[in-house]
């Protein structure tokens, strides 16, 4: 099907820029002066801010719950929810309109991980500090208001990357305490031939982001030390994907980095991990970010609920 005629009409409206140098601080600043004020967001029973402590420092984190017969801190499934922005964007602010989606639709406790972005902060800090967010958990258990249950990392874009990186870290170390990874349109591979999928192809231009965009916006990674043979740069690299949590992966149907996700969720299919692909149709990157206010993509987050309740399916049935 063609690109969704809303999504269209409003790409049409943004005026044309010659590509020049990225400033990370003003292209940050324009992204917060996008964002609504509190009065004017979806409405969650509880929210709140807290910093947990980790080794890698404190992080900021928020923390949305949106049972309003239950107490703030009552113990619940959990989700740590990771933003994207190509490792240089983005923030608690800017997808604070996911996670409340999320609180609401899984009934979940989420906490949303402000990380460290590059290029102040090198590689590997965004993935040590949702780590430690992940670690704090596991150790706080009812104290931090998850009951020892669901523990999903859901993460969109370069945070879906850092999700499934994390959930491989920690079952590496004999951890497999997550129990889910869902994945919205991630960037799994960094090795950026634009050659190397159809979809790069495909969906060079006119779809919100082109392929040739994709190598300038994480240059700030890579500049950080971030390298795209790496496992936890680009995970589809890793050789063994057995023994990691069930997955789901979303991609769009005109989004450059659309088959690698599809390909990374086969890989996972056979290496055993029980995971769900769903391309949604006339949708490009960013679309649970962007364009979740269209009930057709809105539904990511009914999906993501039933795939976090879905005991049959993690059961095998």
Do not use: C
Not at 250 to 279: I, K
């Amino acid at each position: 099907m063609p690109l969704h005629p809303e999504i269209a009409r409003i790409l049409a409206s943004f005026p044309h820029e010659e590509p020049g140098p990225l400033d990370p601080v003003a292209m940050r600043a324009g992204e917060e002066s996008q964002v609504p004020a509190p009065d004017d967001r979806h409405p969650v029973a509880h929210v709140a801010d807290r910093v947990v402590p980790t080794a890698a420092g404190d992080v900021p984190v928020r923390v949305y719950f949106a049972d309003a017969q239950a107490e703030p801190d009552a113990a619940a499934g959990a989700i740590v929810y990771i933003h994207g922005g190509a490792y240089f964007l983005g923030g608690l602010n800017t997808h604070d309109h996911v996670a409340r989606q999320l609180a609401t639709a899984t009934g979940l406790r989420v906490f949303s991980v402000g990380y460290r972005l590059a290029p102040e902060h090198p590689f590997p800090a965004a993935i040590d500090d949702v780590t430690g967010v992940v670690e704090w958990l596991l150790g706080s258990g009812h104290g931090a208001g998850w009951d020892g249950g669901v523990l999903a990392l859901v993460g969109d874009s370069s945070g879906g990357t850092v999700a499934t990186v994390v959930a491989s870290a920690l079952h590496d170390r004999g951890i497999d305490r997550v129990t889910h990874q869902v994945l919205y349109y991630p960037s799994v591979d960094l090795d950026l031939n634009p050659d190397r999928y159809p979809s790069m192809v495909e969906n060079a231009t006119g779809y919100g982001m082109e392929t040739a965009g994709i190598a300038p916006f994480n240059q700030f990674y890579f500049d950080s030390g971030a390298d795209p043979q790496d496992p936890r740069v680009s995970p589809i690299k890793r050789s063994d994907l057995s023994g990691l949590p069930p997955a789901l992966i979303l991609t769009g149907e005109f989004d450059p980095m659309r088959d690698e996700g599809e390909l990374y969720g086969r890989r996972l299919q056979d290496a055993g991990v029980r995971t769900v692909v769903h391309r949604y149709e006339g949708a490009g990157h960013g679309f649970v970010q962007h364009f979740s206010w269209l009930p057709e993509y809105g539904a990511a987050f009914a999906e993501t609920a039933a795939f976090l309740n879905d005991d049959a399916f993690l059961r095998g049935e």
